[in-house]
């Protein structure tokens, strides 16, 4: 009996130590799950467009600058709304500035020379006529005629600047209207010049101002070495006034530029002056340019402003610029003119 229960119970510890050893596995090592493939964007070693591997794939994301030209350059000279690119050279012209007046009996000598040269070159001879001299003179504009006085020494009445040179004969500055034609013809032989002027105007006429923007182009071969002004001159033609005339009747007038004269009354009551100076945007010394605008195919430009006043003809309103090369007795370089409201390019 005890011999049977003894080897049951071995057989049921056998049994036991059987069914352990099936489920523990053994010996046997589980060999760990290879890492998957990782696609979100970590780090495996290799450069995924985020971080700099020191290695340039040639391509540009849109940031900032990689020191790389895309082939676009700004233009220099571009143009500039209305104005054109500052051309190579620009018409040489010239500005006859005359000082006047009503009173003046001789004075129609310097209207009839001026008017000649302005109709014959219209787009390259200017007048500029400044009335004072007399109290009663109704044009009046002793602040000119003052200020260039004192530059130039101003010899009476008529005499006039042209293009602010002396003479060609009399050294003079001023210059009697007899000598006008000499000083004219010998500026028109230069015909181009490297320093030009381009004007925009316009007319407020709710708040009574007129606006200029000038334009100072410096074109090929300028002078980097001089100083330059601008000066503009608000002038008008068409107005009335009675004019002494002393050319009336005198046999020396008698044909020629004077002729008109000659044969005109000794007052002119329905004398019509034109190209009178009215006032100045600028200084009358000249608004300075920069040294930093000058160069080849640089540009100054600077906007002006004057108020207009109920004498004002409108319709008969121009502007006058003048280039000015400075100095104790400053020469003109340049004239450009243009009608109130209007706009002139380079030419």
């Not at 109709?119 to 009663?136: L, Q």
């Not at 182009?217 to 601008?230: E, L």
Request: hydrophobic share 30%; glycine share 10%.
């Amino acid at each position: 009996m005890n011999t049977m229960k003894y080897a049951f119970n071995f057989l049921l510890i056998f049994l036991f130590c059987f069914t352990l050893a099936s489920c523990g596995g053994g010996d046997d090592t589980v060999e760990p799950t290879p890492d998957p493939i990782d696609n979100t964007g970590g780090d495996d070693g290799s450069d995924d467009g985020g971080g700099d591997d020191g290695e340039d794939d040639g391509s540009d994301d849109g940031g900032e600058d990689d020191g790389e030209d895309d082939g676009t350059t700004e233009d220099p000279n571009p143009q500039d709304g209305a104005i054109s690119p500052i051309p190579e050279t620009f018409t040489h012209k010239v500005v006859i500035e005359e000082a006047t007046g009503t009173w003046c009996g001789w004075c129609p000598m310097g209207t009839a020379i001026m008017d000649k040269y302005v109709a014959e070159y219209p787009n390259r001879v200017y007048g500029i006529a400044i009335h004072g001299g007399s109290p009663t003179e109704p044009m009046k504009n002793d602040g000119m005629i003052n200020a260039l006085d004192r530059v130039y020494d101003l010899a009476g009445f008529p005499s006039g600047l042209v293009n602010r040179i002396a003479s060609p004969s009399t050294r003079e500055l001023f210059i009697h209207p007899d000598n006008w034609s000499e000083a004219i013809d010998k500026q028109l032989e230069k015909s181009t010049t490297s320093v030009g002027i381009a004007l925009e105007s316009n007319i407020n006429e709710a708040d009574a101002i007129a606006t200029v923007q000038a334009h100072v182009g410096f074109g090929q071969d300028v002078n980097t070495s001089t100083n330059y002004k601008i000066l503009i001159y608000l002038i008008e033609d068409g107005i009335v006034s009675p004019q002494q005339n002393y050319l009336s009747g005198d046999s020396d007038f008698s044909g020629g530029n004077y002729n008109k004269y000659y044969e005109a009354p000794a007052v002119i009551d329905d004398y019509i002056h034109n190209h009178v100076a009215k006032r100045a945007f600028t200084s009358l010394d000249g608004e300075e340019i920069g040294a930093e605008n000058v160069g080849e195919f640089k540009k100054f430009k600077k906007e002006f402003q004057i108020n207009l006043t109920r004498s004002d003809n409108l319709t008969e309103s121009y502007v006058v610029a003048v280039l000015l090369q400075d100095g104790s007795r400053p020469s003109v370089l340049n004239v450009q003119k243009v009608k109130l409201g209007e706009t002139k390019d380079w030419d």
